[in-house]
């Protein structure tokens, strides 16, 4: 399918996405077909099909997404599931419950679902059971997620239609950006994010879901310590823009479009003191920084300190900490009292300790 042979009513007709009516509705078009080869991102598809975006005209449909599943059957096939497009504050924002099948021979189909059948989903895992694809946990729009329990469904390949899967047991909660891993009839659940009752925290632990009867066990109970640190209620954290502010002196061929130093400034009242940054997770000369992960967000640090890992996350309105294991009190106390004051430093202000 070809950019030329899809005509401006056809772009039109197909620009947005949509729930199927029934389960599965295929909506195969030349629109979106043309995409899934191209995966370029919704800007770009407005730009190349002279859209002009407008208040209330919604999400444009691209499949440039995150938190995609990717699934190759036997045949050859490859089964996408789902996944998202941007983060909320883009106006192409949009997270999809839909199955793309991809022939061999590049041939696409496209399948819909209502969304009580399939909700939206996005950084879910997928598992090829038997004749069926197994999905499990999602992040989903904010008002969707139901803390403490764990969405599963399956696709079944013959049909293609989704249906959940009924569990009982101890599940992992609302999870997302896991890994799962089959071993016989069990599926380990490991890693990722869950939601809870005011925030979202890393998951420790292993869970399994016995595939033959539908039942969670937890497979370990790690008990690490956590704390989060906090900016003054209402206002922010500024990591970010003063990591901007270090890239830019510790590379000054960089010419960047963005004068962090002034929103510095003008949010905190003053200079940051970028040694203090440098400094952020070093508490002592025993301390040492660690390379990152493969699966590391470019915000996440990580420190040995007695030979115990802990990694920090930095977000926009806290710091998380997690020991890999336990301190001893002394030395927990050492850490969190030397990233406070450090943030505190950094932002002009105090910021707060919480014990998780």
Known sequence: MTVTSITSNEFAAWREPR??????????????????????????????????????????????????????????????IAGEHEDYYDPDFYIYNDVVIVAPNG??????YPSDVFPPTDFHSATLFGAAIV????????DSRTVGTTPVYR????????????????????????TATLEGTMLIVRGGVVETADSLAENID???????????????????????????EGSRAHLFEIRQLLWGVEHPDYKGSVDYLASLIEATGRE???????????????????????????????????GITVTFKEE??????????????????????????????LHNALWRLRMV
């Open 206 to 232: 292993d869970w399994a879901l016995d595939l033959a009867t539908c039942q969670w066990e937890r497979r370990t109970k790690r008990d690490w310590q956590r704390f989060d640190l906090l900016p003054p």
């Open 135 to 142: 999905i499990v946990g999602s992040l989903g729009y904010h």
């Open 19 to 80: 729930f199927g009516d029934a389960n599965p509705t295929r909506l195969d078009n030349p629109l979106w077909a043309s995409l899934v080869h191209d995966r370029i991102n919704a800007y770009l598809v407005n730009k190349r099909y002279g859209y002009e975006r407008v208040p209330g005209g919604g999400p444009t449909w691209c499949f440039d997404r995150f938190g995609q599943s990717t699934t190759v059957l036997a045949d050859g096939r490859t089964i996408y």
């Open 155 to 178: 696709l079944v390949l013959a049909t293609n239609a989704i249906e959940p899967l009924a569990t009982t047991g101890d599940p992992p909660g609302w999870i997302h950006k896991h």
């Open 316 to 345: 926009t309105y806290r710091v998380t900490a997690l020991v890999e294991g336990r301190l001893s009190e002394a030395r927990l106390s050492d850490v969190q009292a030397h990233v406070q004051y450090a943030l505190s430093e």
């Open 272 to 306: 940051p003191d970028l040694g203090v940054l440098r400094d952020l997770y070093l508490v002592d000369e025993d301390t040492r920084l660690l390379e990152k992960r493969d699966d590391d967000d470019y915000n996440v640090y990580r420190i040995d300190i007695d």
């Open 107 to 112: 041939d696409v189909a496209i399948y819909g």
